[in-house]
């Protein structure tokens, strides 16, 4: 071995060396020194990244500020100096871990004042680029093990060899290579690569059959880790994720931990045991996603959760055009490995194979990921983006009908235009897929918000039901609209429902919690409300909520103070006016309305929410003008008008009667 270190930058560094790189940089960021930082973990991913793809341009100051801190392109990094910080404290920590490593055969440098990673290698003897072929995917921890002929492996061999599981997750570093040399040969090393896995796999489907499969019944999909080396890249590994939750979820007798009980467990340091015993699972699928360009690469297995034995593995390199494809197929595969019968809309919705443009693709999946952060209107440009690539996107027209549709009842957009759009958009969707639930189901929110059509609304949320019966998110819905037709048992039977399917979602409580309200069951509410705040799952905005009980129960100065923590929208400033007038402030509560008139004249928004102060002064006459306005306007408040406890001084009045039998809810 040399003894002078080589230092490199990656303009010199050949295909083995750059695979030596990425397996050191696995083995670095999983190091106590880096454990307790995932930006520092992020920082260093993302400059070997850039730099191992020859992108130096990325490792400018202020194109990393952009990509991993969200600072504007443009903005001043003279007096920004987030990216300076971090790489400072990344320095820190790479010499924390050499000092604690036993004599490294290569070391990652970040040289004072860049941010270009230098590698130092302590031997001359690295693979070259003729011996790429031979380098199996399944690697070791440290260096590079040639592999044995496979004419000579018999199955017996495989099953005394099978690999650790986390080394069969790792990505094949070198699916692709630098610009280089990055067209010599790839074909011939994916092949090769895959074929040396395959025969891994089929021991691992010989160990399958004699003793894991009758004993899975429940899976968790935990979420993939994103191996492009880009922090930026996050969304698409998420965003393939989901997929493949949704669709082993659609098999009646898989039970799958809902997405967010399993996104709970990104970046965990916990086991797979571990991971099955606190969801009550019995197997744990876990894998790794690392995306070049148009290419993925996706690394995924199933692992006993009991045994802590893996079951079944597979690695697939895709095009991003099939990759939609590649969760049905990779459902398909794990319900027929732990035999499970499947139905015939099950099968048929693994076998959709819809060719989708890849630029769309990709938008349609960015959007989903903002939709998880409860960001409607940045989603919906990207769901917009998506459907202006490819026309024919039913999940993109979906997906951009639930944010115009959320954006309606949130008071961010125009009732009736968002509407209107969110019923073409639902009609599009299931145009061009009639088995697509979350079309019917936007369907049944745009029959509801646009036509007040409460029957129409049922069907379509039963049709959505029926072709997708574990997807919380669309019982969620079917909630409100059960509340808001004043079934109240049967909303909180449903509630249960979907607490089963997911019991780690802040949106769920939040919405069970309302029900509760709307119920009138005010302290049951609050005892939810304090239950979850005893949970670990990020907690919902609990403000307004808390306003609407506190003012039910008479509690006006805590209503008050939790209202003016909701925010300055029509919605949070009406309950606040309306909280001030029964509270005896009438002064107060008047003067909030010509706010409110503002919003009406320059927005289109606000005509009910008025309504609510003047039922809270106890000025009918001036309530039930505004609540015409809101009829004439079609406000999507009146949904609710069975149910606002704001609305208790009004229910006397024949008017009010009226108003029901108009908005299609009589009594």
């Known amino acids: 071995m040399g003894t002078v270190a080589q230092a490199r930058n990656t303009d010199g560094l050949t295909p083995g060396q750059i695979l030596q790189v990425r397996h050191h940089l696995d083995e670095v960021l999983a190091s106590p020194a880096f454990a307790g930082s995932k930006r520092a973990r992020d920082f260093l991913q993302l400059i070997v990244g850039h730099a191992l793809k020859g992108?130096?341009?990325?490792?400018?100051?202020?194109?990393?500020?952009?990509?991993?801190?969200?600072?504007?392109?443009?903005?001043?990094?003279?007096?920004?100096?987030?990216?300076?910080?971090?790489?400072?404290?990344?320095?820190?920590?790479?010499?924390?871990?050499?000092?604690?490593?036993?004599?490294?055969?290569?070391?990652?440098?970040?040289?004072?004042?860049?941010?270009?990673?230098?590698?130092?290698?302590?031997?001359?003897?690295?693979?070259?680029?003729?011996?790429?072929?031979?380098?199996?995917?399944?690697?070791?921890?440290?260096?590079?093990?040639?592999?044995?002929?496979?004419?000579?492996?018999?199955?017996a061999d495989l099953s005394k060899r099978m690999p650790d599981k986390r080394d069969v997750l790792r990505p094949l570093s070198m699916w692709r290579r630098p610009a280089h040399t990055q067209n010599v040969g790839l074909g011939l090393w994916i092949g090769s690569a895959l074929l040396a896995l395959a025969a891994l796999i089929s021991g691992k489907r010989w160990y399958l059959h004699s003793n894991a499969a009758s004993s899975i019944h429940s899976v968790a999909i935990l979420p993939l880790r994103n191996f492009s080396g880009v922090p930026a890249q996050e969304y698409f590994a998420d965003g393939m994720t989901q997929e493949l939750v949704s669709d082993l979820g659609q098999v009646s007798t898989l039970h799958v931990a809902p997405i967010a009980s399993v996104m709970r467990y990104k970046g965990t340091s916990k086991t797979e045991p571990e991971i099955a015993r606190e969801l009550a699972v019995d197997g744990v699928v876990e894998g790794s996603v690392q995306r070049e360009g148009n290419q993925v690469l996706i690394s995924v297995q199933l692992t006993d959760g009991k045994t802590n034995h893996p079951v079944w593995a597979h690695t697939y390199v895709r095009d991003l055009a099939t990759a939609l494809a590649w969760q049905g197929e990779v459902a398909q595969t794990i319900v027929k490995e732990i035999d499970l019968g499947v139905t015939q809309q099950s099968q048929a919705r693994f076998r959709r194979n819809r060719p989708i443009d890849p630029v769309a693709q990709d938008l349609y999946t960015h959007g989903k990921y903002l939709l998880e952060a409860e960001d409607c209107t940045n989603g919906a440009d990207y769901f917009r983006a998506a459907l202006n690539v490819s026309f024919n996107y039913p999940q993109a027209q979906a997906a951009l009908a639930f944010c115009d549709g959320h954006l309606g009842e949130s008071d961010r957009m125009d009732s009736n235009d968002a509407f209107s759009m969110q019923m073409i958009e639902a009609?599009?969707?299931?145009?061009?897929?009639?088995?697509?639930?979350?079309?019917?189901?936007?369907?049944?929110?745009?029959?509801?918000?646009?036509?007040?059509?409460?029957?129409?609304?049922?069907?379509?949320?039963?049709?959505?039901?029926?072709?997708?019966?574990?997807?919380?998110?669309?019982?969620?819905?079917?909630?409100?609209?059960?509340?808001?037709?004043?079934?109240?048992?049967?909303?909180?039977?449903?509630?249960?429902?979907?607490?089963?399917?997911?019991?780690?979602?802040?949106?769920?409580?939040?919405?069970?919690?309302?029900?509760?309200?709307?119920?009138?069951?005010?302290?049951q509410a609050l005892q939810l409300i304090q239950k979850v705040r005893t949970l670990d799952i990020p907690p919902p905005n609990w403000h307004f909520l808390l306003g609407e009980i506190y003012a039910e129960k008479g509690a006006f100065a805590d209503s008050i103070a939790e209202f003016s923590r909701a925010g300055s929208r029509p919605q949070a400033l009406s309950h606040l006016a309306n909280a001030y007038a029964r509270s005896g402030q009438v002064d107060v509560a008047l003067a909030i309305i010509p706010r409110l008139e503002d919003t009406v004249k320059n927005e289109g928004i606000g005509r009910y929410e008025i309504a609510l102060v003047y039922a809270g002064l106890g000025k009918k006459d001036e309530a039930f003008k505004w609540l015409e306005e809101a009829y004439k306007t079609h406000d999507n408040g009146l949904t609710y008008l069975k149910i606002e406890p704001c609305l208790a001084p009004l229910r006397s009045d024949p008017r009010f009667d009226d108003l029901l039998s108009r908005v299609g809810l009589s009594q």
């Open 55 to 155: 992108d130096f341009d990325s490792l400018r100051e202020r194109m990393i500020g952009a990509e991993m801190f969200g600072r504007p392109i443009g903005y001043d990094t003279g007096s920004d100096s987030v990216v300076r910080v971090k790489a400072t404290e990344v320095r820190k920590k790479l010499a924390q871990y050499y000092r604690e490593s036993a004599s490294p055969t290569l070391r990652i440098e970040l040289p004072s004042g860049s941010y270009v990673p230098r590698f130092c290698f302590e031997s001359a003897e690295t693979l070259e680029h003729d011996e790429i072929g031979s380098i199996s995917p399944v690697a070791p921890r440290r260096g590079v093990e040639r592999r044995q002929e496979q004419s000579t492996v018999t199955e």
């Open 427 to 523: 009609r599009r969707a299931i145009e061009l897929d009639n088995s697509l639930a979350e079309g019917h189901a936007e369907l049944a929110n745009a029959e509801i918000n646009l036509n007040w059509d409460w029957a129409a609304g049922g069907a379509e949320f039963r049709r959505a039901l029926q072709l997708s019966p574990r997807s919380a998110s669309i019982h969620e819905e079917y909630e409100s609209y059960l509340v808001r037709t004043g079934r109240v048992r049967e909303a909180l039977a449903e509630i249960q429902k979907s607490g089963d399917l997911d019991p780690f979602s802040s949106r769920l409580f939040h919405l069970e919690g309302s029900i509760l309200y709307y119920c009138r069951q005010y302290d």
